[in-house]
């Protein structure tokens, strides 16, 4: 079990937990969502600890912490539908555990990892114990996506939101983990690739063939937004097996595109209205343009980059459909 306490961006979820334990106004169901490349599932276990402790802080000393980390407390359920098929079933079982004579004076715990990956009939039967859930028992939901959890479900649960940390403070926990002498700048841009995402800019950055893959694909990305490289040679880059990440990369880049211009567009009107300040005309706004491109038409093109990713779910050609809805954009361009 992956130790949480060493991740600087759950501490606080974790001390908000400690807190509401402290304070005896914990409730019996908390839900937070799974981001990629931050380990959240650790986050679930380490909430589970912590309710569970001696301390009620997760100390990884008393019995129960050891018991958790084992996987072996009695008290301690857990169900996997991002690993596993969870079906009806399981979750009644489950539910039916969290019923019977809890061990050690500690109350039940049942951590769900994937709530969302769960059918409509296993959410409903999950609602059912959550709606009169036993005493002093605790359930630890995560998700990916929250669109596809029940709104009972959602109005029963606290959410976790997860703070924001600070880029230094996730630069310096990458420095420790490395074994080289890299220098915070070069982490930075190897981090800046996949938004910062600490794991996976931790694997970039013991794999360097990985950076130069990703930062070819990023400049290739750049020449297909202005016009130097075709549909074509932009899905010659697709990867069956990692689409979904793939794709959820071009859209990051879209949206930096977006972000770029949007404070261009600040400064550049800003500049407008302290020259037109002394004769009091109007000062309409002038939106930025990079290499020709609008925001208006970047907006599109994240709008298909999205349509993209729901169809990576199903069935379809994919390469086919890459190609198509993108050079429909770049032609819309032209036009």
Known sequence: ??????????????????????DRSLPHALLFRLRPGYDDRALGQQIVRTILCDTQNGCQRCKHCLLVEEGTHPNMLSLNAVADKVGINDVRLLEGNMWQTSMFDKPKVAFINGLDLLSIGAQNALLKTLEEPPK???????VTNLSRVLPTIMSR?????????????????????????????????????????????????????????????????????????????LSERLDKAA????????????????????????????????????????????????????????????????????LADTNVNMPLQFITRLTDWQNEQRN
Request: one cysteine or more; aromatic letters at 8%.
């Open 157 to 233: 649960v606290q959410r976790l939101k997860h703070a924001k940390v600070e880029q230094s403070a996730l630069l310096h926990w990458l420095q420790n983990q490395l074994d080289s002498a890299m220098t915070e700048a070069e982490i930075a841009g190897a981090a800046k690739l996949v938004d910062f995402a600490p794991l996976r800019a931790l694997e970039l950055l013991r794999s360097p063939e990985l950076v130069q893959s990703l930062s070819q694909e990023k400049a290739q990305f750049a020449h297909f937004l202005s016009g130097k490289c075709t549909a074509i040679q």
């Open 136 to 142: 002093d028992a605790f359930f630890v939901l995560s």
């Open 1 to 22: 079990m992956s130790n949480s306490k060493n991740y600087p961006w759950h501490r606080q979820i974790l001390a908000h937990v400690h807190q509401q334990l402290m």
């Open 243 to 310: 689409i979904h990440e793939q794709l959820r990369r071009f859209c990051r880049y879209t949206e930096h595109t977006i972000d770029f211009l949007f404070e261009k567009t600040i400064d550049k009107n800003s500049e407008l209205a302290n020259k037109k300040a002394d004769n009091g005309a109007g000062n309409s706004v002038q939106y930025a343009t990079w290499n020709g491109i609008s925001m208006r038409a970047l907006y599109r093109l994240h709008d298909t980059l999205l349509a993209l990713l729901r």
